[in-house]
Nanobody
């Protein structure tokens, strides 16, 4: 099993920045891809970004390209999401995820952290 705990959400004004963090524990050796998903009220959950185990491969939703950066610290078992130029459409609950080797979809989810972009 893998446990994921997010932190760093909150209220920010349009144009501002936030950095989300996710602490992973448990059977980390079994994990390859880690990522961030989000779900806004009344909308389906969507992939924001993901990253391979070594960090050499990243993938972003078109809506966040150029504004968000995903990174991973293997030594600390941490995942990050730097979010810049935030706008109200980024308001959502953000979830940290982890997928076991060979699995295209996440096997583990964090509890989520709320990000609200509003003036």
């Amino acid at each position: 099993q893998v446990q994921l705990v997010e932190s760093g959400g909150g209220l920010v004004q349009p144009g501002g920045s936030l950095r989300l963090a996710c602490a992973a524990s448990g059977s980390i050796f079994s994990i390859n891809i880690m990522g961030w998903y989000r779900q806004a009220p009344g909308k389906e959950r969507e992939l924001v970004a993901d990253i391979s185990r070594g960090g050499g491969s990243t993938n972003y939703a078109d809506s966040v390209k150029g504004r968000f950066t995903i990174s991973r610290d293997g030594a600390k078992n941490m995942l990050y999401l730097q979010m810049n130029s935030l706008n109200p459409a980024d308001t959502a609950v953000y979830y940290c995820t982890a997928a076991r080797w060979g699995n295209p979809s996440p096997n583990y989810w964090g509890q989520g952290t709320q990000v609200t972009v509003s003036s």
